[in-house]
């Protein structure tokens, strides 16, 4: 798998070159599912070899990578990474079998915010007047009858923010969790289309939030920087 410490493979069409101490989980399309082992050798990775998903962590504010317990930005991640601000985001690549195909992240958002009206209160949407950090607001209406509180303030409730592009298809897609806890959770989607056939989602602290468009202006940059 590696070159003096590199992963190599194909990347959403684009040959690769990733430091093997900075990336983890790396996955080839036709690796065996968790749990399982390959029946005989693993197969030598080349240029040609189709990375399917992989992960790591970006400090958004320099675009530091993270590079494991004894590298350069070990003590800086162990102090900064549970913070309720932390500048540190967690990254994960699907790519190969596992990409959404071209339009996949807008298919995938309409469905969150389009849900059936059948659907549990938590799960049906309705767009909010107002916009917040340059982004359209979806959340729950209505109250819920046991709790006489509303349903955006349910534990599972998620609030989900989306961007569009000028032809009115979502290309960023966010949903955050609304508990009262310290690092409410986001998870952030968006695709590296037409530079590589990829999507990305990014978690981080809805206490970042408002810094969605640099988070993914240093994530897409991060992964372009690793082809070869």
């Known amino acids: ?4 410490g590199i992963i190599i493979g ?3 069409g684009v040959p690769v ?3 093997r101490d900075s990336v983890r989980l790396v996955e080839y399309n036709g690796d065996p599912d968790w749990g399982e082992s390959f029946e005989g050798a693993v197969p030598e990775r080349t240029y040609e070899s ?3 998903s992989f992960g790591f962590d970006v400090r958004y504010t320099d ?3 993270y590079d494991g317990i004894v590298g350069k930005y070990a003590d ?3 102090a900064q990474k549970n913070l309720s601000d932390s500048p540190w985001v967690s990254v994960g690549v699907n790519s190969g079998i596992r990409y959404f195909d071209t339009n996949g992240i807008d298919r995938i958002a309409n469905g969150k915010i389009n849900a059936r009206p059948d659907r549990h209160p938590t799960s049906i949407y309705t767009k909010l007047p107002e916009t917040q950090f340059g982004l359209e607001v979806y959340a ?3 109250i819920d009858p046991k709790t006489n509180t509303p ?7 998620e609030d989900v923010f989306i961007k569009r592009d000028e032809y009115g298809a979502i290309v960023s897609y966010i949903k955050c969790n609304n508990r009262d806890v310290e690092r409410p959770p986001c998870s952030h989607y968006f695709d590296l289309e037409p530079n590589m056939k990829l999507d990305v989602y990014v978690s981080y602290s809805r206490y970042v939030l408002k810094d969605w468009q640099r988070i993914e202006q240093v994530v897409r940059t991060a992964v372009l920087d690793f082809r070869k």
């Not at 349903?151 to 409730?157: S, T």
């Open 1 to 4: 798998i590696t070159q003096e």
């Open 10 to 12: 194909d990347l959403g």
């Open 17 to 19: 070159e990733m430091p």
């Open 50 to 52: 189709k990375i399917s």
């Open 63 to 65: 675009g530091a990578i």
């Open 76 to 78: 800086e991640y162990e």
């Open 140 to 142: 729950s209406p209505g």
């Open 151 to 157: 349903w955006r303030e349910d534990r599972y409730a």
